[in-house]
């Protein structure tokens, strides 16, 4: 591989690769235990190569609209407002099990709905290492002592550790009205109104927020709200089970450091990641978040943060085809449709030996600003994989010799080890 990866041709189309985590919404409820939570599978994009936004900035889901909202804090900072929580560093820094979450403060109906929405998350979604949900307790209204009606606004968020950091894989919003009724010193959901998905947002949102007066500003103006409840409650849950974690991360996003926690270490940071499409890279999350495959038909995405923002590397497992007629795949796949193919030595195979892999890119002239992509066929096995390097450099930075991008890209193509 020549040097200065991100100038040469990089313009892949990642619209077939890409799978996203799944974020799903609530459905439209019904009674308790029966709440409809069809999922609206949809693909945050990455912090990387496409100029368009995420589809959370469209009202497609709540669940969307909740990821651009509460999961924008990269700024967040350990001095708040909320009150002060010690997170200890108690025992390794490697956990391989964590235990589950559970709400432990004293508000009324938090508790209830947040063991609603693990038992939800549970049903509905992989299985990850713990749920922490947001539950923000809009307004109440208990003129009916059997009949208790609590208005919420709710995210689901599944996460798997990584060294020290929560890396957030999946959930979604969970807006709604829940119905209520005293139960065993504690209370029972007897019947659930949640915000739809799709074209049902809008409409669903105003019924359900628009039935006390305030209520439907006060839902709209939460966003700050669940932000901070957020990093408490896993802040909570870090102090109260003495686990040592310093930050977490939502996918194309710096980590968000927790309330008091020790600073995260470059050690900590640097995440060496075993891929279940069989290969080994290891990447700083302060440059890339990933977005893993959850079985070997799906691929894995890193999306850049930063002055990587612009760029994505994505890796897919391919079987029953020849290189030649990926390459001719790949080749399709550029926009000139002028692209060439060339053996190329990448990685390790495992051995310490570079791999003989197919290079193929695109022979135009580079403009600035321009998508472009190459891509690697990496033989494994009787199979392949594609390793696909996406981006567009900045204008601003176009022979700029102190732009970090191409160093970060080559340093993390050069950690590929295949399994």
Known sequence: MKRKIARRALALLISGVMTGALLSGCGSGGAAGQASTEAASSEPAPAAASEAQPETETQETEA????????????????????????EAAGETAVT??????????????????????????????????TIPVVNILEVDDTKPDDILVWCRGFIHNYDLRNTTLMDRSGGACDGLFHMKPSGGGYEITETDFVGDGSDNGPDTKRIFGMKDGLLKKYESSEEDMKMIRLQEISNYVNTNGIYITQYQDYGWDPVPLINAPMTTEEEESIEYHSILGYTMTYNLTKFSLMEAASETESDIFGGIGFLQNYVVSVEKRSGQTKEELAEEVKSSFESGKAEADMALFGNDGTGEPIESTLVSESTQDKPGEMKSIYY???RGEDYLILGVTGRIPPEDIGDESYEGDAALEEILASFVLE
């Open 97 to 130: 099990e964590l235990p589950p979450y559970e709400y432990t403060g004293d508000e009324p109906y938090v508790k209830e709905i947040s063991d609603f929405y693990i038992d939800m998350a549970r049903k509905n979604y992989a299985p990850t290492q713990v």
């Open 377 to 379: 066929i990496i033989p």
């Open 64 to 87: 969307s609209e909740e990821v651009t909202e509460t999961e924008m804090m990269e700024e967040t900072e350990t001095g708040t407002e909320a009150e002060d929580t010690e997170t």
